[in-house]
Every structure is written in structure tokens, then in C-alpha cells.
């Protein structure tokens, strides 16, 4: 069974610093590899999808690295910003799009 | 782009009573999901539906849960008698036929049980 896992649970950095996300999977035999944005009290926004043929995927500000031999990916961001606040989850897929997730980090980015 | 939808955004009920989640998927998607999440806790799976049965479903779907696809476009999740801890945010999702292929989250219901 598939277990994600994310540290750290929470993060506070100062505004224009840039950072770095882990998630580690116990079954390195995924599908994909996903990353997510969640606002308070909202639904998920989908941020980047590393295939598992993939190294890293790349978006703006975010860049997403995916190593399946030793069962970890890292979100890096870029010059982080205020707007950047928000809880980000990782998330295992298979090939049919069923997910587990982790428990995500909460990210402060303060002025 | 193409969007999962979910119907109510908000529902309120009595702790005993039935409810009925209701969620639009994308049109030619194949695969369908319920996920829920109890406030600050994981993004749980509940069931996965394909070719009008469920595929997969995890331990918390017990018998107090069922899914159905009615009509071909809508997909519901029922709530038998509802417990005060089935309050969390009910998440619907879509699969599209095709490789290289992501999951669609619809908005979500906040169900709240008093």
C-alpha cells in the first residue's frame, strides 16, 4: 500500500526567499507524481505532473523533481511571495488516476 | 478548459439523515472518484467508478456510502444515515481516456453534520 509523506508539515520564510517541498513515497512503482495548491476551505489546484518517465516538470516560479529510486520529489519555489501562502500536497498517482496524498505542508510567505 | 462540477457547495444536515452529493464529471472521462477530506487531515480515497461499477473502494466506504451514475452524466454519492465525524469536504474527480493522464477535481461539498 502507498504510502506519502511531506516535510515539513509547516514552513514560514520571509518574502523572496526561495524554498524546498519534500515528498517521499514507500512504492517507487508510481504512475505519476502530482502537486497541489490548497487554499483555505477551497478545493485543489493542480500545479505541476511529473510522469514517472520524468525527471522534473517545470511552471513559472515552480520547478518539480522526481526521483522514483530512492521514493522522493521536491517542489522548489522561486522567490517566494506573499500570494505563494497556501498548503501544498503531493499526491502518488496510478495509470487509471486514483491518488494518495500526503499530508501536506503549510506554506507562510510574510512581507 | 472542461470542468468537473459539484453541487451543493455547502450542505448542512442533521445528524440521522440522508444526504445525497451530487457531481457532474467531464464528459468522455472514464474513471470517477469521491475523495473526502475531515478538516486538517490527508486527502482520503473513497471509491473509484468505472463502466457503471465501482472499481475500487477504500475501508471507509462502508455500507452507509453508495455511488451512482444515474443518467450518464451525473454521479452521486449518498450518505445512508450520517455521523457527525462524515463532516469534511467531498471531493468528485474524472479520469480521461488516454495516457499520460491527470485527475480532474471538481470544487468540492463541504458537508457539515450536526
Known amino acids: 500500500k502507498q504510502e506519502v509523506t511531506q516535510i515539513p508539515a509547516a514552513l514560514s520564510v520571509p518574502e523572496g526567499e526561495n524554498l524546498v517541498l519534500n515528498c517521499s513515497f514507500t512504492d517507487s512503482a508510481i504512475y505519476n507524481l502530482q502537486w497541489f495548491r490548497q487554499d483555505p476551505g477551497k478545493g485543489l489546484t493542480s500545479l505541476l505532473l511529473?510522469?514517472?518517465?520524468?525527471r522534473e516538470q517545470t511552471s513559472g516560479r515552480l520547478n518539480a523533481s522526481l526521483d522514483k529510486s530512492s521514493g522522493r520529489s521536491t517542489l522548489y519555489i522561486a522567490a517566494s511571495q506573499p500570494g505563494d501562502s497556501a498548503t501544498y500536497l503531493c499526491?502518488?498517482?496510478?495509470?487509471?488516476?486514483?491518488?494518495?496524498f500526503g499530508q501536506g505542508t503549510i506554506l507562510t510567505v510574510h512581507p | 478548459e472542461p470542468e468537473v462540477t459539484q453541487t451543493p457547495s455547502h450542505q448542512v444536515t442533521q445528524m440521522g439523515q440522508e444526504v445525497i452529493l451530487r457531481c457532474v464529471p467531464i464528459?468522455?472521462?472514464?474513471?470517477f472518484y469521491w475523495y473526502r477530506q475531515i478538516l486538517g487531515q490527508k486527502v482520503e480515497f473513497l471509491v473509484s467508478?468505472?463502466?457503471?461499477?465501482?472499481?475500487?473502494k477504500s475501508e471507509i466506504f462502508d455500507d452507509q456510502f453508495s455511488v451512482e451514475r444515474p443518467d450518464g452524466s451525473n454521479f452521486t454519492l449518498k450518505i445512508r444515515s450520517t455521523k457527525l465525524e462524515d463532516s469534511a469536504m467531498y471531493f468528485c474527480a474524472s479520469f480521461p481516456p488516454g495516457q499520460d493522464e491527470k485527475l480532474f477535481f471538481g470544487s468540492g461539498t463541504q458537508l457539515s453534520v450536526l
Open positions: 467508478f468505472y463502466n457503471n461499477e465501482i472499481s475500487e
Open positions: 499526491a502518488s498517482g496510478t495509470s487509471y488516476g486514483k491518488l494518495t
Open positions: 464528459s468522455n472521462h472514464l474513471y
Open positions: 511529473i510522469q514517472s518517465s520524468q
